[in-house]
């Protein structure tokens, strides 16, 4: 019995909570983005996919809803041209309904079902663009002097990029730059506009894009800087209960032999034999005592006696059936608690 080849036993508790694989490297992406400088806003790269996998869902929702409520005010406008501007409103339902709503139904549906985020962000940002450019369009196919009012409505394009989603800072950016390129190449040289009007209105969407993308910033660096505090703290509490949940099991665990030990036992037996019922049915208890053990760990020593007890116990642990509960008492004695079959 005291043979070396017998089987080993079951992997200890500890085994059971050890971290999940890929962890360390988010602890220390974690330790990372915490130390970086105030106005960066980018994570490493396994932070920022675990930012993405736990946000990326509401995200897409916030970007499709904020997306349809732009597109509808966009096309809101087409009562206006028609009351102001009713020889072009062909134009103008071309544009509008034709190129605008159409393009922008497609990058929505591609955002809700779901694309990688410089993808979504960037589609939306050049959708914003688009929005800025068609809008030029009608003002430049608009004949008369009603058209000199139009270039002071083309700021509503960035804070309808930059509020009403809000795009990430750096598509915000991006697009910001992209619809003043677009707009510059229309304003400046219509002669339709006092060269007043002209500057004053490149200088209020410029203005406008800058006050937009900062608030871009600072929306998202709000939202990461939540992020990386609520993940904190969820590692943290989760490491905690991982940790009472280990020590909790080595309470309960026999270092010697990793069976479960006396509390263990008698835990089981308080569950299965409640104080003062009867027997329950289908249920057997055995206490096991290796006999002359005392002799065998005099004359062989207490290293020889303990691997005598760890060959014991994974002899008993390899034909002990799943639902039954072996434990070391104390010693040499050994508990063993037998379901029936029909219990």
Known sequence: MCSSDLPSPSATPATAT????????????????????????GFPAVLEARFEADEGSARRRQLVWGGLFALAIFDLFLLHDWLVRPETLATALTYRLGVM????????????RGLPPAWREGLLGANVALGMWTSCEIFRLTPGAVAQYDPFLFSL?????????????????????????????YIP????????????????????????????????????????????????????????????????????????????????LAQRWPEGGPPPAGLALLMIDVDHFKRFNDHHGHPAGDACLRSLADAMAAVVREGDLLARLGGEEFGLLLRGDGA
């Open 18 to 41: 050890a971290p999940v694989a890929g962890d360390a490297a988010l602890l220390d992406a974690l330790r990372t983005a915490q130390h970086h400088a105030p106005w960066h806003l």
């Open 157 to 185: 394009v960035f804070m309808a990029g930059n509020i009403s989603f809000p795009l990430r800072f750096r598509a915000a950016l991006g697009s910001s730059v992209g619809s003043l390129a677009i707009a510059l190449a």
């Open 189 to 268: 040289g219509d002669e339709r506009l006092p060269p007043a009007a002209r500057s004053f209105a490149m200088g209020l969407m410029l203005g406008t894009a800058l006050f937009t993308c900062l608030a871009c910033y600072r929306i998202e660096r709000s939202q990461r800087q939540a992020y990386l505090l609520l993940l904190r703290e969820a590692l943290a509490s989760r490491d905690a209960r991982q940790q009472a949940a280990a020590m909790s099991a080595l309470s309960r665990t026999d270092a010697l032999t990793g069976l479960p030990n006396r509390r263990a036992f008698d835990e089981a």
């Open 101 to 112: 709503t159409g393009v922008s139904a497609v990058v929505l549906s591609l955002v809700w």
